[in-house]
């Protein structure tokens, strides 16, 4: 079961990584990871190829349970509880911690499925037609779509399919959404509407994103994480977090060299 009634962290901190070590296999990934999520704010994680950003992203849902090779070292607590205990049900943390993926992946099923096929294997005992224009009012795509439900969610175009696909995870209630690179599929002015949307959403929900895109990550976010990879004698890569601060601090007084060279673009 997973609470949310005590914290033993910050109370605006969601999500708390406590000297976390993941491993594919004996190849180390990330090494000791100490980072908090801000509640209703918008986090971005950013770095280059390799650091591990979609790695610790994945942790935060146990979305790497599904890699056979995965191995998790350390805690993640949601609140109170270590998303890691054996008591915990990945389905249930799946469902208050969503995702939204770099390619738009709607069901092939109709808009209207797209949104209710998920509440309704979650148990949703409400009005199906209100939480899927509610859904879709909220994922700022109502209004282009509202007369056509009945149509494949995969006839709409990439941007319109992405926002689909943050209703879908809006519609099962999640308290956090974890988005990665969602806007890399995406034209500019797609871009633009996704990153508008993700403005709107953090009122009500908690968001970290994984970007390529600095400018993105400067655009919309509250908190950025800046991550890097070493080589090690034995060829392996070890991705670790450099520097964690303001995303205003992060872009305009790094206090790290290592961030203030990848954000003026001499590396990565
Ligand atoms: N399923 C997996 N099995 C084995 N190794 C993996 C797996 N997924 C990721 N890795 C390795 O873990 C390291 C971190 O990968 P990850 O995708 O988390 O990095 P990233 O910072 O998100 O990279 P990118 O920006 O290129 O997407 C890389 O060396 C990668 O090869």
């Known amino acids: 079961m997973i609470t949310q009634t005590t914290n033993t962290q910050d ?9 976390l070590n993941v491993y594919y296999g004996k190849f180390l990934a990330l090494q000791n990871i100490w980072l908090d ?8 994680f950013i770095g280059p190829s390799g650091c591990g950003k979609s790695t610790l992203l994945r942790c935060y849902n146990r979305l790497n349970d599904l890699i056979e090779s995965f191995r998790a070292e350390g805690k993640i607590f949601y609140y109170n509880k270590n998303l890691y205990a054996p008591d915990v049900d990945p389905v249930e943390v ?3 911690i969503g995702m939204v993926f770099q390619r738009p992946n709607p069901f092939p099923k109709s808009i209207y499925e797209n949104i209710a096929f998920g509440a309704r294997i979650n148990g949703y005992k409400g009005d199906m037609n209100e939480l899927v224009e509610r859904s879709l009012r909220q994922a700022a795509l109502w209004d282009e779509v509202k007369d056509k439900l009945k149509q494949s969610g995969l006839s709409l175009s990439g941007g319109q399919q992405q926002r ?30 996704v990153e ?15 970007t390529h895109n600095m400018q993105q990550a400067a655009r919309v976010s ?8 070493r080589s090690t004698e034995t060829g392996g890569r070890i991705g670790y977090l450099v520097e964690y601060n303001a995303t205003e601090v992060i872009f305009n007084n790094p206090q790290q ?9 001499r590396f990565g």
């Open 94 to 96: 799946r469902r208050r």
């Open 257 to 265: 060299e290592d961030t203030k060279a990848y954000i003026s673009g």
């Open 11 to 19: 109370t605006d901190t969601v999500l708390h990584t406590e000297n």
């Open 164 to 193: 689909l696909c943050i209703a879908r995870a809006i519609a099962v209630q999640p308290e956090i959404i974890l988005m990665d690179e969602p806007c890399s599929a995406l034209d500019p002015i797609s871009t633009l509407r």
């Open 222 to 229: 509250d908190k950025t994480a800046f991550f890097n990879v």
């Open 37 to 44: 999520i801000p509640k209703h704010k918008v986090t971005a």
């Open 196 to 210: 508008e949307l993700i403005h709107e959403l953090k009122e009500q929900y908690t968001i970290v994103i994984v």
